[in-house]
């Protein structure tokens, strides 16, 4: 399917595990983004990545690692979960305009837990 | 600290009346401004924008209202409809090139049939 998409949508991990959010898109995209929706907070910035193996950090970035290997795939994983992690962690992807990015086209939520 | 803000957590509007939702940011630098609209168990969808050299933007029922000297935009959506029923975003790009966007906290607008 055409989009973009993120596994899993649910996920309850103990604290002090690794745990991977995945993201996958098929536009082709050279921007691909990780935001985190708290409430109180609205939707902020993790990670984000221009290309395949450039990556930059976001507002967030504490306790997370990014990686883009392929333009399709930018993987999220959280290398020692905290319960401060629980959140709804959102994939994004857009492209370069003349005149900047276009609007990020976003999946549909992975909602973890860390207990 | 939050540099795009929306105040209202919430608005509730008869359907068929005009929904107002409003946005201020505190950047004066900010010149392109987004709304997204998001329902539950769904990521955020991009609806309308805003270049800092118009003060305002039309598509359809949708209408946004940049004011600069105040740093205040609004989204206007008229008549509204049961399926405007969302939350809705503002954004801001922190930088340049647009890759860093800055959301406000977003209101939850309810359309009463």
């Known amino acids: 399917d055409a989009g973009i998409t993120q596994s899993p949508r649910y996920k309850i991990t103990e604290t002090g595990r690794q745990v991977t959010l995945m993201c996958h898109q098929t536009?082709?995209?050279?921007?691909m983004f990780w935001y985190r929706q708290d409430l109180g907070h609205g939707l902020r910035l993790i990670y984000y990545?221009?290309?395949?193996?450039?990556?930059d950090k976001g507002e967030v970035p504490d306790g997370y690692v990014v990686s883009r290997s392929k333009t399709e795939n930018f993987p999220l994983t959280l290398e020692s979960a905290t319960r401060s992690q629980t959140s709804v962690y959102f994939c994004?992807?857009?492209?370069?305009?003349?005149?900047?990015?276009?609007?990020?086209?976003f999946g549909q939520g992975t909602r973890l837990t860390v207990v | 600290d939050q540099q795009v803000k929306q105040n209202s957590p919430s608005l509730s509007v008869q359907e068929g009346r005009i929904s107002i939702l409003n946005c201020d940011y505190t950047?004066?630098?900010?010149?392109?401004f987004l709304w997204y609209k998001k329902y539950p168990a769904e990521g955020p969808t991009f609806l309308i924008s805003?270049?800092?050299?118009?003060d305002k933007n039309e598509d359809g029922r949708f209408t946004v209202f940049l004011n600069k000297s105040a740093k205040h935009l609004s989204l206007h959506i008229v008549p509204s409809q049961p399926g405007d029923s969302a939350v809705y975003f503002c954004a801001a790009p922190l930088n340049f090139g647009n890759e860093k966007l800055t959301f406000g906290t977003g209101t939850r607008l309810t359309i009463i049939p």
């Open positions: 994004a992807s857009s492209d370069m305009s003349s005149w900047g990015l276009t609007e990020a086209f």
């Open positions: 536009w082709s995209h050279s921007y």
């Open positions: 990545s221009a290309a395949a193996d450039i990556t």
């Open positions: 950047n004066s630098m900010f010149d392109y």
């Open positions: 805003i270049s800092s050299i118009k």
